[in-house]
T-cell receptor, first 113, second 115 residues
């Protein structure tokens, strides 16, 4: 069966520090991968998605970047965090097609101080 | 343009009663999927139910059912016999059949079940 792992679960980082959040998927190949951000009590904002190794699409210009160095690995990064980067970050994977739902990781709660 | 609309920011329901969470969508794609997710306070996103645009019958999964009205472009979630553990955020989502068919989410409805 397919599983998705996301870590760390919580993170407190100072302004200006770098960020690296990692997401890995097991039990499937060539998944579509996604990074979402959610502000407290709000909806999900799509940040990045990837349909293959090295293929990254960005939805919103921002202080963050994403990379997919391996088929089932998706990394969210920042060189210098801003206070506005605080939020709940969710990674997800899916198959291709409108019948496939997303399976989400457990999320990372990031607080920039 | 907003593709998924959830007009109820918050809803209250008495334990053991049924509740309907509204969702309308907008698409010109004849083939699409509709999804509902539950997000408890822990933050995890839990898949509840799926409805395909060509499905003739409303989807059901245990206490969850989806009231699919294609002509009205609505996909309301019905939770029967509410339980305290149903208190959570609920998100409606749609996925179209286009090539880069990422899922679009509504703003969510916070459901509170009262004892």
């Amino acid at each position: 069966s397919q599983t998705i792992h996301q870590w760390p679960a919580t993170l407190v980082q100072p302004v200006g520090s770098p960020l690296s959040l990692e997401c890995t998927v097991e039990g499937t190949s060539n998944p579509n991968l996604y990074w979402y951000r959610q502000a407290a009590g709000r909806g999900l904002q799509l940040l990045f998605y990837s349909v293959g190794i090295g293929q990254i699409s960005s939805e919103v210009p921002q202080n963050l970047s994403a990379s997919r160095p391996q088929d089932r690995q998706f990394i969210l990064s920042s060189k210098k965090l801003l206070l506005s980067d605080s939020g709940f970050y969710l990674c997800a994977w899916s198959g291709t097609g409108e019948t496939f739902g997303y399976t989400f990781g457990s999320g990372t709660r990031l607080t920039v101080v | 343009a907003q593709k998924i609309t959830q007009t109820q920011p918050g809803m209250f329901v008495q334990e053991k009663e049924a509740v309907t969470l509204d969702c309308t969508y907008d698409t010109s794609d004849p083939s699409y999927g509709l999804f509902w997710y539950k997000q408890p306070s822990s933050g995890e996103m839990i898949f509840l139910i799926y409805q395909g645009s060509y499905d003739q019958q409303n989807a059901t999964e245990g206490r969850y059912s989806l009231n699919f009205q294609k002509a009205r472009k609505s996909a309301n979630l019905v939770i029967s016999a509410s339980q305290l553990g149903d208190s959570a955020m609920y998100f409606c989502a749609m996925r179209e059949s286009t090539i880069n068919n990422d899922m679009r989410f509504g703003a969510g409805t916070r459901l509170t079940v009262k004892p």
